[in-house]
């Protein structure tokens, strides 16, 4: 009897300790289905719900950490941690899910942001349910997105984003919510409509039987002609959620009106979708179609930081001067992607990253700061350093990363997409000095919104001289918040090996693809 008690906790521990455990369907089911049980929670004030919902997400943080320290190998390329069940039958539809070095960064980001996004919500107290179930839906969809492998899995979890984040926006928003709310569902279901064309077509091309595999489809190979028309209407999908200009004009009103822990979703998690798409199916599925294509993406993202930039500028909405510095951010992104090189697209993987994690802290600061002096307008503050300098200090600091100060991970990762352009072979010299000239410019002008935000707002004497006002700084869920998004900021900056150790594998994979098919 004995002997069988401990065969048993052996296998147990195995399946704890191998690959049969399904360590992924627990990461991408578990906060949806805890965020279902908020709904059973005893009436006892928000406190309890606010509580059940930062737990849940700490401990799906820790289950994810642990499951990639323990089980996922950096050093090998191919994909880890491979689960595969078949789901529906008559679709052929499997239930498909494994990471690589692509995806870990992601969803380590997506953990850590939206745990924090749910303290940042810790002032929500309408509806506090819904809020927080809304919250881990996403959280579900966004793992689920970075970690599937199959083709239709995939759609499904891009749309598992739509209406959490339209109710959100709707419900908790500004003055304008709906608007922009409506706004969001029109561009990104419009470009979800490509994205199920472009599955459907990918998925039953060239076969009487279905197939929605990453792997059989990635060694496939299409005409050049049909290639370009499935690799347009995917681009266009993420287009959308990157956003590349001109598709661009919905974040700036969504992030304006927004409540700031969705804005730290949004800008955090959200937009990174869009570029993984890119590099995921775009990069590694359409091979000849992005070499033809990579040219123009170039050019895009290189107009894409001059505009967005100068947009910025002209906002006098703190919020939306934050967005247009993630658009114009976004570029850099895109030039990584485009530049074709091992450097360049280590770069672009750093940049989702690191604006990850900057764009979250820059929301969240101007969130706080709304809750404090109630004004979103720059022309209407002033003076704010000297009631509030623990904000003051936070703010600059994110600011200086922002506009990649040495030693922050925003000068390292655009840094690297310099290189990337440079060494990149593909590309003439004079294409190459051009598009590094347009990049400098917006370098130069990425400074000069910021130091302006911070002016307008920080220097001065106007609301300080106000005798009827009174503002408190930062207390200390702010303070540990701001703490915990800049310690990685300034790690990644110091050590960006942490991160590209992660990725470097696979993307030697993905650009070989260039190079033999």
């Given at each position: 009897m004995l002997s069988t008690d401990f065969s048993f906790l052996a296998q147990v521990y195995l399946v704890f300790t191998t690959n049969h455990f399904p360590c992924l369907t627990i990461i991408v089911v578990f906060p949806i289905f805890t965020g279902c049980l908020i709904f059973f929670l005893p009436q006892r004030g928000n406190r309890v719900i606010r509580w059940y919902t930062i737990c849940?997400?700490?401990?799906?943080?820790?289950?994810?950490?642990?499951?990639?320290?323990?089980?996922?190998?950096?050093?090998?390329?191919?994909?880890?941690?491979?689960?595969?069940?078949?789901?529906?039958?008559?679709?052929?539809?499997?239930?498909?899910?494994?990471?690589?070095?692509?995806?870990?960064?992601?969803?380590?980001?997506?953990?850590?942001?939206?745990?924090?996004a749910t303290l940042a919500a810790w002032p929500v107290t309408r509806d506090s349910r819904l809020f927080h179930f809304l919250m881990l839906a996403m959280y579900s969809g966004q793992i689920g997105l970075f970690s599937s492998r199959d083709l239709l899995l995939f759609f499904l979890m891009w749309e598992l984003e739509l209406i959490p984040v339209y109710l959100l926006v709707s419900m908790w928003g500004g003055k304008k919510r709906m608007y922009s709310a409506t706004k969001f569902i029109l561009y990104t279901a419009g470009g979800s409509v490509f994205l199920l064309i472009g599955v459907?077509?990918?998925?039953?091309?060239?076969?009487?039987?279905?197939?929605?595999?990453?792997?059989?489809?990635?060694?496939?190979?299409?005409?050049?002609?049909?290639?370009?028309?499935?690799?347009?209407?995917?681009?266009l999908a993420f287009a959308v959620k990157l956003p590349i200009i001109p598709l661009h004009t919905w974040l700036p009103d969504t992030h304006g009106e927004a409540h700031y822990s969705t804005c730290m979703l949004?800008?955090?998690?959200?937009?990174?979708?869009?570029?993984?798409?890119?590099?995921?199916?775009?990069?590694?599925?359409?091979?000849?179609?992005?070499?033809?294509?990579?040219?123009?993406?170039?050019?895009?993202?290189?107009?894409?930081?001059?505009?967005?930039?100068?947009?910025?500028?002209?906002?006098?909405?703190?919020?939306?001067?934050?967005?247009?510095?993630?658009?114009?951010?976004?570029?850099?992104?895109m030039i990584g992607i485009g530049s074709l090189t091992d450097m360049g697209l280590n770069g672009a993987i750093l940049q989702i990253i690191s604006h990850g994690f900057i764009g979250a802290a820059l929301f969240f600061l101007a969130g706080t700061t709304y809750d404090r002096i109630r004004f979103v307008y720059?022309?209407?503050?002033?003076?704010?350093?000297?009631?509030?300098?623990?904000?003051?200090?936070?703010?600059?600091?994110?600011?200086?990363?922002?506009?990649?100060?040495?030693g922050m991970s925003g000068f390292v990762a655009e840094l690297i997409v310099f290189f990337g352009l440079i060494t990149s072979p593909k590309y003439l010299l004079m294409t190459k000095l051009l598009i590094t000239f347009v990049m400098a410019i917006g370098m130069i002008l990425t400074p000069i919104y910021l130091l302006s935000m911070l002016r307008q707002m920080f220097y001065g004497y106007k609301i300080f001289n106000d005798s009827n006002s009174y503002f408190f700084d930062s207390?200390?869920?702010?303070?540990?918040?701001?703490?915990?998004?800049?310690?990685?900021?300034?790690?990644?900056?110091?050590?960006?090996?942490?991160?590209?150790?992660?990725?470097?594998?696979?993307?030697?994979?993905?650009?070989?693809?260039?190079?033999?098919?």
């Open positions: 849940m997400c700490i401990l799906e943080l820790l289950l994810t950490s642990y499951a990639f320290c323990y089980h996922f190998q950096p050093d090998d390329p191919l994909i880890q941690l491979i689960e595969n069940y078949k789901w529906i039958h008559f679709l052929d539809f499997h239930w498909r899910l494994g990471i690589d070095g692509l995806s870990i960064g992601p969803i380590l980001l997506t953990g850590f942001i939206t745990t924090l459907l077509g990918i998925g039953l091309y060239g076969s009487t039987e279905p197939t929605f595999n990453f792997e059989i489809l990635a060694n496939l190979s299409y005409p050049v002609a049909l290639e370009i028309i499935f690799y347009i209407g995917f681009f949004l800008a955090g998690i959200l937009l990174k979708m869009g570029a993984y798409g890119l590099v995921r199916i775009n990069m590694e599925l359409f091979p000849h179609a992005h070499s033809i294509f990579s040219p123009w993406l170039m050019i895009v993202g290189a107009m894409q930081i001059i505009y967005a930039a100068l947009t910025s500028l002209g906002q006098r909405n703190l919020k939306k001067r934050i967005a247009y510095s993630s658009v114009s951010h976004m570029g850099f992104i720059l022309d209407e503050m002033g003076g704010i350093a000297i009631p509030m300098p623990k904000i003051f200090t936070m703010f600059s600091s994110f600011s200086m990363a922002s506009l990649a100060l040495p207390g200390p869920r702010e303070l540990f918040l701001s703490i915990s998004i800049f310690l990685p900021v300034l790690g990644i900056g110091m050590y960006p090996d942490f991160v590209l150790s992660l990725s470097v594998q696979r993307v030697e994979v993905i650009l070989s693809n260039f190079i033999y098919r």
